[in-house]
């Protein structure tokens, strides 16, 4: 494209976007943050001032300002269930996509939206702030060495106290805990193992007396069966106490990683081989300007970028299987998408941490 420094739009200034989304773009210098899409005046005037944007927009006017040629690419931080209209709205027009995971509620959905991407000749890469960050791509590494002998074993449990009325429990949005973060256990699983499911068994339940879970399930209880009798185990829920944890098990020892999934704290390993203990600690960093960084850079040289829409698609096939199963009481077999690509070390990027910002009609999604 002949442009060192790619022009986003960032549609939609939830929490997660005015925590981790807007701060990177100073530390991304081939990215440059230059439209918000929001309905709240409030909101698009007060980060549009401390960002410096130009453009401060309704949603209304998506479609006419990325016909303009304003911008290069979009950030969609929008709900679960407007991703798919979003993205292929982008691709009409010209439009590059960097968008939220999961990348939509349906397998159809993935579909379209890598499908109209390619036909407009357009990116499309699934916002994975995991896969360019040192801890997990570490874990990858050791369990791929041979150093806990042959893996064996996944375990995973991720849970917060979600607050009463937080957009995460609305089912019309697309949230509940598997879309929110019960895909991080699934995604960490297919990168560990290297590998796809072929087949899942889960189980749900809420209770009755808390009306945050009338729209959504509280928890999910999942097991994974892989190839080569690989068996990962995933617990998640927004109704228990804070846990972001994964643990890798071998033939000769384990890899625990807690917390494994945050990007407001330092992450840290317990290596225990033959007996032996070892810690490390990885500071906290910047997990979305490296998404950034690496995304512009893909426009700018024209390459396919990775995590990719299979990828996405990949996982929201699985998660499909797992409201099935936990629907019909029973195994359900999962078709697996091909994946030669996974994530490894060569994709770290390491940008330092920015303070937590103020935030604009938004809150964490727990206490």
Do not use: W
């Amino acid at each position: 494209m002949g442009q060192k420094r790619i022009r986003y739009a960032v549609i939609g200034q939830g929490y997660f976007s005015q925590a981790a989304i807007l701060p990177a773009f100073k530390s991304a210098p081939n990215a440059e943050l230059t439209a918000l899409f929001s309905d709240d005046p409030q909101k698009l005037a007060e980060l549009g001032e401390r960002y410096d944007v130009e453009h401060k927009l309704a949603y209304d006017r998506y479609d006419s300002f990325l016909a303009s040629g304003a911008v290069d690419a979009v950030y969609i931080a929008l709900p679960n269930n407007q991703h798919c209209e979003y993205t292929i709205r982008a691709a009409k027009a010209g439009v590059h996509v960097l968008v939220e995971k999961p990348m939509a509620t349906s397998e159809d959905e993935c579909a379209q939206m890598i499908q109209a991407c390619a036909n407009a000749n357009v990116k499309l890469m699934v916002a994975y702030r995991l896969h360019f960050e040192e801890a997990n791509l570490e874990a990858i590494e050791i369990a791929k060495s041979g150093r806990l002998g042959d893996i064996r074993a996944f375990n995973s449990i991720f849970t917060m106290q979600v607050q009463e009325g937080n957009s995460r429990l609305r089912g019309d949005l697309g949230g509940g805990p598997l879309n929110d973060i019960g895909i991080y256990c699934v995604n960490a699983a297919r990168y560990i193992f290297q590998d796809e499911p072929m087949e899942v068994a889960a189980f749900s339940a809420s209770r009755e007396d808390d009306r945050r879970f009338d729209e959504v399930e509280e928890h999910f209880g999942v097991v994974m069966r892989f190839p080569d009798a690989k068996i990962a185990t995933c617990y998640f829920g927004f109704g228990a106490a804070d846990q972001a944890r994964y643990d890798v098990i071998g033939t000769r020892g384990a890899l625990h990683v807690d917390p494994a999934y945050e990007f407001v704290t330092d992450l840290a390993h317990e290596l225990v081989v033959d007996g032996k203990s070892e810690k490390r600690v990885f500071k906290k960093r910047d997990q979305v300007a490296p998404e950034l960084i690496y995304f512009s850079d893909c426009i700018i040289q024209n390459r396919t970028p990775e995590p990719s829409g299979t990828e996405g698609l990949a996982d929201v096939r699985i998660m499909r299987a797992i409201t099935e199963s936990a629907r019909l009481g029973r195994a359900i077999a999962v078709e697996r998408v091909v994946r030669r690509a996974r994530p490894d070390r060569s994709q770290e990027i390491h940008v330092p941490p920015h303070s937590m910002p103020k935030l604009v009609h938004a809150r964490p999604p727990s206490h």
